[in-house]
């Protein structure tokens, strides 16, 4: 299935590669598939039904590890994730219940396939333009202040554009950061800018003309001693 980076969604993150547990397996063979595979989870299924992740701490208390998955009393996570739900919603859930392997489902249960985390920040960075080439700047407001639409007119004011964005937070905090990666790696215009209308510019990680400038008059300086 094609990627669809600006509407992508669970169905296109499924990795065949990564088969599901059943009932009937044994918990050393679990281990064995998580060790091949370089995961800590795997989905356990009954026939097509999804029953939940298992990880590889549960499989490793098991007293008998070449009895049958069904025959322990198991506590296994089952999150729900459907095929039509966002990969923020998949990065979401996969964050809160600390798995790196997540299984995708239908409204009835039925097993679909599942996601790793290692393809899912391989998509998210293509959806992020994180490969583009371009600057990053960060900039600090207040949440009260802050207008995308008023940074990206600062941004486009200066022939660029934002290829993406991303707002974060510390909790209890009325401050909010706001990382833009921008078309340009030579931000010195946009900063300008930004320092004009009293942003405040907590990073920034890009190639200015300053640096090329001085790049050349190091050059001509050390071509002047050694004649």
């Not at 065949?16 to 989905?43: G, N, Q, Y």
């Not at 097509?48 to 208390?61: A, K, P, Q, R």
């Not at 937070?169 to 320092?195: C, G, H, M, Y």
Request: glycine share 4%; proline share 5%.
């Amino acid at each position: 299935m094609p990627d669809n980076i600006t509407t992508m969604i669970a169905q296109d993150l499924i990795n065949d590669d990564i088969p599901p547990l059943k009932i009937e397996d044994a918990a050393e063979k679990a281990l064995h598939w998580m060790e091949d595979f370089r995961v800590s989870h795997l989905p356990v299924v009954n026939g097509t039904e999804f029953i939940g992740m298992i990880s590889d701490t549960e499989l490793l208390d098991l007293q008998d590890p070449d009895s049958p998955l069904g025959a322990h009393r198991l506590t296994l996570v089952k999150p729900v994730l459907h095929p039509g739900q966002h990969a923020y919603d998949v990065l979401k859930l996969m964050a809160e219940l600390n798995l790196d392997v997540i299984a995708v489902t239908d409204e009835n249960d039925r097993y679909l396939g599942a996601v790793t985390l290692p393809r899912l920040a391989e998509k998210m960075a293509n959806m992020a333009s994180i490969r583009e080439p371009g600057g990053i700047i960060v900039l600090e407001l207040n949440q009260a202040d802050y207008s995308l639409s008023q940074i990206a007119q600062i941004v486009e004011g200066n022939d660029a554009k934002i290829l993406s964005s991303y707002i974060s937070s510390a909790p209890d905090s009325s401050q909010v950061d706001v990382t833009l990666k921008i078309n340009r790696e030579d931000l010195s215009r946009i900063l300008q800018t930004f320092a004009r209308y009293n942003y405040t510019v907590k990073a920034t990680f890009h190639h200015s003309e300053f640096q090329d400038d001085l790049r050349r008059r190091y050059d001509e300086f050390m071509n002047f001693i050694n004649l």
